[in-house]
């Protein structure tokens, strides 16, 4: 396969061109990793923020995670289906479910997490460590302009 021509000059000086293509490649190496684990991204990152935040009613986790209620469903209905969460009535409010993360869940995410570590290292392997600190802080600043520094 012949290699991609670069773009042109004009886009590769836009930011939001250059953070465009360092997702894309990010999310291909990340859902490469995931998939060898037998998950997708959407799934990692339920599973990722139920470990972090649960239980936790099913429709405040689409809320966290800016999540379609009708795509949630789907998500959890698989990852439950995989025995990696469970759906029990809310105890502090039974019409909602809440969500917790089962034990085999907990392994899973740890094989996840790994994988996934790596596949980001490779992606920031032209940066020192201490670039990568920076640049992390730089996204997070851009991502979420009202959020607190770290």
């Given at each position: 396969m012949a290699d991609t021509p670069p773009a042109p000059a004009r886009l590769r000086a836009l930011p939001s061109w250059l953070l465009g293509r360092a997702a894309t490649r990010g999310r291909g190496l990340v859902a490469t990793a995931l998939a060898d684990e037998g998950m997708k991204m959407?799934?990692?990152?339920?599973?990722?923020?139920?470990?972090?935040?649960?239980?936790?009613?099913?429709?405040?986790?689409?809320?966290?995670?800016?999540?379609?209620?009708?795509d949630m469903v789907g998500i959890l209905n698989d990852l439950?289906?995989?025995?990696?969460?469970?759906?029990?009535?809310?105890?502090?409010?039974?019409?909602?479910?809440?969500?917790?993360?089962?034990?085999?869940?907990?392994?899973?995410?740890?094989?996840?997490?790994?994988?996934?570590?790596?596949?980001?290292?490779?992606?920031?392997?032209?940066?020192?460590?201490?670039?990568?600190d920076q640049f992390l802080a730089l996204l997070r600043r851009i991502a979420d302009p009202a959020a607190p520094c770290d």
């Open positions: 959407w799934h990692h990152a339920v599973l990722s923020a139920v470990v972090e935040l649960g239980p936790i009613a099913q429709a405040e986790l689409g809320r966290v995670l800016s999540v379609d209620p009708k439950q289906e995989d025995g990696l969460v469970s759906r029990a009535p809310d105890p502090a409010d039974r019409r909602k479910n809440a969500i917790t993360v089962t034990t085999a869940g907990r392994r899973k995410l740890r094989r996840c997490e790994s994988v996934a570590d790596r596949a980001n290292g490779e992606l920031l392997a032209e940066l020192t460590p201490a670039e990568r």
